[in-house]
């Protein structure tokens, strides 16, 4: 029964360190911070696939973005995200572009902060090369989202040409759709593992973040439908927040996905610090005195 007193110990410790490192206001400025990063990013996609003349992608990446939240949720986003798109736009070297990438890489900076919070680690690193870093993200999020929308458009030509050759296979069509999901799923998780990984100050080894990466996948997949649940069961968001209901809909689900992931990494931090392992993915002299 030892690993269960151990397991114990982690939850315990975990729970201490969210609360002494301000999880719950943290997960607040992440999910307004993430909300407003939103919009200016998808204005630099829709820049940039219009400059190459791939318009139609930047629908399909909306798509890929939220056919995987529950759609009460997804709804209000959605609607006022199609009226970013509708705005043509084929100049990805403009001013308003520009800040477009800066404002988008501030939801990357808040994440930094939140994570740094959680891991219990101090910046130290050059204000200037952080951002470019931020900077890069957005650049390379924009292009991997580009390219995934670019084969979920091409997969179904290339599925109907190959059921066109082999007709036994279009049994199995509704692999589709599951692909799809399996998409978003790995878009996820890589981008988590980034971020643990790169976006807080010290290092952790692969091992150090796996645990909390597992448990926010899982924790997000419950958390969504938990919270269209309550949606759709008991919450009257429009007879509170009028027109603002929308908007509200979408604060409180980005504050629970950004409770979760903080939580996520708290989880690795207690499970590092229980082990003895320092912020460079070492063990503490006291640790490796005790083996």
Excluded at 13 to 20: C, E, H, I, K, T
Excluded at 27 to 53: E, K, R, Y
Aim: a neutral charge.
């Amino acid at each position: 029964m030892g690993w269960l007193r151990r397991l114990y110990a982690i939850a315990y410790r975990a729970v201490l360190l969210f609360n002494s490192t301000d999880g719950w206001a943290i997960a607040s400025h992440v999910a307004l911070s993430s909300l407003m990063a939103l919009f200016p990013f998808l204005i630099f996609l829709t820049a940039v696939a219009a400059f190459f003349d791939l318009s139609e992608l930047s629908q399909t990446v909306v798509k890929i973005l939220f056919d995987s939240i529950p759609q009460a949720i997804a709804a209000p986003i959605a609607r006022e995200v199609q009226n970013v798109l509708l705005v043509p736009r084929r100049d990805i070297l403009t001013i308003g572009v520009a800040l477009a990438i800066w404002f988008a890489s501030s939801g990357v900076e808040a994440l930094r902060v939140g994570l740094n919070r959680a891991y219990g680690t101090t910046e130290n690193r050059n204000f200037i090369f952080l951002r470019l870093e931020s900077m890069a993200f957005v650049l390379v999020g924009t292009v991997v989202l580009l390219t995934l929308a670019f084969l979920v458009i091409l997969m179904p030509v290339i599925w109907s040409t190959t059921v066109h050759f082999l007709p036994r296979l279009s049994a199995f069509g509704g692999w589709l759709d599951l692909t799809r999901y399996g998409v978003t799923a790995v878009v996820a998780s890589v981008g988590l593992l980034v971020g643990h990984l790169w976006l807080p100050a010290g290092r952790r080894r692969l091992t150090d973040v796996l645990p909390g990466i597992a448990l926010t996948l899982m924790a997000w997949i419950g958390g969504a439908y938990g919270f269209s649940l309550y949606l759709a069961d008991f919450a009257n968001y429009a007879s509170t927040y009028a027109g603002l209901a929308g908007v509200m809909t979408a604060i409180v689900f980005l504050y629970l996905i950004a409770v979760i992931l903080l939580m996520g990494a708290t989880v690795n931090a207690a499970i590092m610090a229980e082990f003895g392992v320092d912020h460079a993915g070492q063990k503490t002299q006291e640790a490796a005195a005790a083996d």
